[in-house]
């Protein structure tokens, strides 16, 4: 059911041009893609869920790009993967600053020029579970999904007036700048404390002690391995994965996903050496971690500050290390235990921890800001996106 004056239409009937990429002969070899170029040529990479990226690009000469008979993307365009990872848009509006776009075989370009539907509106729509519900039942193939034009084509959505349609897009994209801006904030917020860490960690911003006056004495020279001692996860180990966000304990992981899940487990939880360092002995990543828990991979070392050590330094400097990853040895014993670092006294230690705690602080308050407003653009796009709350348009 639709609301009064909406009506449920294909993208074909609403008229909305579905224009794939070129798969011909002159479709480009490995030999002419390059760095830089005339033409940014889009594969899978460079549309993610959150949009486009342009990380890792790839371009191709202006010769080439006249040579192909399709899959040119123009502003207002909406692209769509459609094979491997698909179901993914990304909108080409004028925060892209490419001039010159193509697809490649695995996209389709979406085109809303004189169509029923609003760009701005469209991609809206594109970002719903009404469109992605419809794209998981549609794809077929199991090693590869895929979808086809036709498939596309009869991708189903509802169709406000236009009037209409410009007030939800630009309802919701005033969230989305408040989204963008709070992202900016949070890279801003943790590239500073990065800076300011570089400059503490190594000695070359001395602070205060707590008399007023900065620290001066010697740094220490000492292995990490003789600051740290390390547990291994076997006692630690979850056995049953049926997690549930109702259970207590956190089941960790070093890497980015953090907390897998929550498990009911009571036996074998690591609660008598808090604070912690988690980390990872096969890919070198690390977590602070000062809550109870239970580990879910064998190659995890729970790492534990030795007396007149704070384990908060130890994880700062950690995070400072550059380490080139190599093989599939065990890290901690092998290349970190004999790390050498600067080691200040304890109460400097305990300085530079407060300052790394209160950046962490503001960093922790601005995504807690970004996931408020996140939520609440999806509340908004479930009642403004299906009509169950109307919009004013003014006059």
Not at 4 to 10: A, D, F, I, P, Q
Not at 21 to 38: I, M, N, V, W
Not at 203 to 228: A, N, P, S, T, V
Not at 320 to 334: C, D, F, N, V
């Amino acid at each position: 059911m639709v609301p009064s004056g909406w009506e449920v239409k294909t993208l074909e009937q609403a008229n909305i041009t579905v224009t794939d990429g070129d798969r011909g002969k002159e479709y480009p070899k490995s030999s002419e893609f390059f760095d830089s170029g005339y033409c940014l040529f889009l594969s899978a990479k460079n549309v993610t869920k959150n949009g486009f990226s342009f990380l890792d690009t790839q371009f191709i000469s202006e010769e080439k790009h006249r040579k192909l008979r399709k899959g040119v993307v123009k502003k207002g365009d909406i692209v769509l993967t459609t094979r491997g990872s698909v179901g993914q848009f990304a909108y080409y509006d004028q925060t892209v600053n490419f001039e010159n776009i193509r697809i490649n075989s695995g996209m389709v370009t979406l085109g809303c020029l004189n169509s029923e539907l609003e760009s701005d509106f469209f991609y809206a729509l594109s970002k719903s579970s009404l469109i992605a519900r419809q794209i998981d039942s549609a794809a077929f193939g199991s090693a590869q999904p895929q979808l086809t034009v036709k498939i596309i084509k009869s991708l189903k959505l509802p169709v406000p007036p236009i009037p209409e349609q410009q007030k939800i897009a630009k309802i919701l994209t005033t969230w989305d700048k408040a989204i963008s801006t709070t992202e900016h904030l949070i890279d801003n917020s943790t590239q500073q404390k990065k800076a300011l860490m570089q400059q503490l960690l190594t000695g070359k911003k001395r602070l205060l002690d707590g008399e007023g006056k900065r620290f001066d004495k010697k740094w220490e020279r000492i292995e990490l391995g003789k600051l740290l001692d390390y547990k291994q996860p076997t006692p630690y180990l979850v056995q049953s994965t049926d997690y549930s966000d109702e259970y207590p304990t956190p089941v960790l992981t070093a890497g980015k996903t953090f907390i897998l899940g929550y498990t009911d487990e009571e036996f074998g939880i690591f609660s008598e050496d808090l604070p912690t360092i988690i980390f990872d002995d096969f890919t070198t990543a690390s977590k602070f971690v000062d809550f109870p828990f239970k580990a879910k991979s064998s190659a995890m070392k729970m790492l534990v500050a030795k007396d007149g050590v704070s384990i908060k330094y130890i994880f700062e400097v950690m995070q400072a290390l550059s380490y080139a990853i190599g093989g599939h040895q065990r890290h901690w014993i092998s290349i970190f235990a004999n790390i050498v670092i600067g080691l200040p006294c304890r109460e400097e230690q305990q300085k530079i921890t407060t300052v790394s705690n209160n950046a962490d602080k503001e960093t922790q308050l601005l995504e807690q800001q970004l996931a408020d407003l996140q939520q609440e653009k999806k509340a908004l796009m479930q009642v403004l996106l299906t009509g169950k709350k109307r919009v004013v348009i003014d006059s």
